[in-house]
């Protein structure tokens, strides 16, 4: 087989068979379907790339998408953490019905930011996803599965245990050679399209299933990161695990397929279509973004002497999309009760809603900014 084989563990009643994978590269048969794919991909995420130059401050629209990606990437895992969980938890707005698993999504924002900054500095590199996995776990479920370590046991994926497993993983003796492997082709000079080389090592790298907890989010990571560093987006603004939600079946048949039928190039078409789609919906995410800070400016420009102060609240909306009247105080150093006249006048524009129905500790959200990404 292209991708590995499986090779029978332990005996008797304890017997498994655990999956091998080979080193990388695979041969991948780039027929005409998939060269289309990555065709359109490529173009996609060239467009993608754009979006950095028409935004107004591309900074804040990859904040949210990270408070997105980490949303659906932990979603994936089992959270049951809300996008808006998120935003409140930020906001440090107490909130009962915020799912008590927001910190497993805060978590991940934090990891994803750590490795962005240590790209900086630091190749991606065996180093690099250990201290990742590590900021992903520190403090929340998974914290005693040895996070920032590669896994000295046996592990497997769906069932009760390794003889009713979805799929069991190599034996831990095997990890840091095969790892060791997906670092050097992270970094091999090859003719090999750099998407093509992105869908490989993560499929690879779920096949290895390095750690005991965290694989799949650190996994999903590596497509961001890698493009990023190889200067395919000069910012990091891919995000595809709300597609694999989205095909959550599909993504798990194909990475079967991948290792149980050496389908390379199935997954490979599977992952550019969630290129393709994910990257086309950022940019339309983009465009209406701006078409709403435009009617929105507009309206605050309409309120002559608060405009000043509201342009302030309006943009910092676009960071901190739920907030409280304390906090609009601190933005626009105002006290109470002009904050609370400028809040009101965002309410009557439709800019902000009041979303909690409390006399006091009201919440206000950009409503309208946060369905964007919703």
């Known amino acids: 087989m292209r991708t590995g084989n499986y090779i029978t563990q332990l005996q008797g009643q304890l017997q498994y068979?655990?999956?091998?994978?080979?080193?990388?590269?695979?041969?991948?048969?780039?027929?005409?379907?998939?060269?289309?794919?990555?065709?359109?991909?490529?173009?996609?995420?060239?467009?993608?790339?754009?979006?950095?130059?028409?935004?107004?401050?591309?900074?804040?629209?990859?904040?949210?998408?990270?408070?997105?990606?980490?949303?659906?990437?932990?979603?994936?895992?089992?959270?049951?953490?809300?996008?808006?969980?998120?935003?409140?938890?930020?906001?440090?707005?107490?909130?009962?019905?915020?799912?008590?698993?927001?910190?497993?999504?805060?978590?991940?924002?934090?990891?994803?930011?750590?490795?962005i900054e240590r790209l900086k500095e630091l190749p991606l590199s065996l180093r690099l996803i250990r201290e990742i996995h590590a900021?992903?776990?520190?403090?929340?479920?998974?914290?005693?599965?040895?996070?920032?370590?590669?896994?000295?046991s046996q592990n497997w994926v769906g069932g009760a245990s390794l003889q009713t497993a979805v799929f069991i993983p190599p034996p831990h003796i095997e990890i840091m050679k095969l790892m060791g492997n997906l670092e050097e082709y992270l970094h091999n000079i090859t003719p090999t399209p750099v998407l093509i080389k992105t869908g490989l090592v993560h499929a690879q790298f779920e096949t290895i299933h390095p750690f005991l907890d965290g694989n799949g989010r650190i996994g999903r990571l590596l497509v961001t990161f890698y493009l990023y560093q190889q200067g395919i987006l000069r910012r990091p603004l891919l995000y595809l695990s709300d597609f694999f939600r989205d095909h959550r079946q599909a993504y798990y048949d194909k990475l079967n397929a991948f290792r149980e039928k050496e389908d390379i190039e199935g997954w490979l078409k599977f992952f550019l279509e969630g290129v393709i789609t994910t990257s086309e919906k950022a940019v339309d995410t983009a465009r209406e973004i701006i078409s709403l800070r435009e009617i929105s400016v507009a309206s605050v420009a309409s309120l002559g002497r608060s405009a000043e102060k509201g342009m302030l609240l309006l943009n910092t909306l676009y960071r901190m999309p739920i907030l409280r009247v304390r906090d609009v105080e601190a933005i626009t150093s105002l006290s109470n009760p002009n904050a609370l006249v400028l809040v009101s006048k965002f309410v009557k524009l439709g800019i902000l809603k009041e979303t909690t129905g409390y006399k006091r500790n009201r919440v206000y959200s950009y409503s309208d900014y946060i369905k964007l990404f919703s």
């Not at 997105?68 to 906001?91: C, H, N, P, R, Y």
């Not at 776990?137 to 896994?151: A, C, S, W, Y």
């Open 17 to 115: 068979k655990a999956f091998i994978p080979h080193a990388l590269p695979f041969s991948v048969n780039m027929d005409e379907d998939l060269q289309s794919l990555l065709s359109k991909a490529d173009l996609a995420l060239g467009r993608l790339d754009g979006v950095a130059d028409i935004l107004p401050n591309v900074d804040f629209f990859i904040l949210m998408y990270v408070r997105k990606e980490a949303t659906l990437s932990s979603q994936i895992e089992g959270t049951q953490a809300t996008f808006v969980d998120v935003l409140k938890a930020e906001a440090r707005i107490e909130d009962a019905e915020v799912h008590k698993d927001v910190d497993e999504v805060l978590n991940y924002i934090n990891a994803m930011n750590y490795g």
């Open 135 to 152: 900021k992903l776990l520190q403090g929340v479920r998974g914290e005693h599965k040895t996070p920032g370590e590669f896994r000295t």
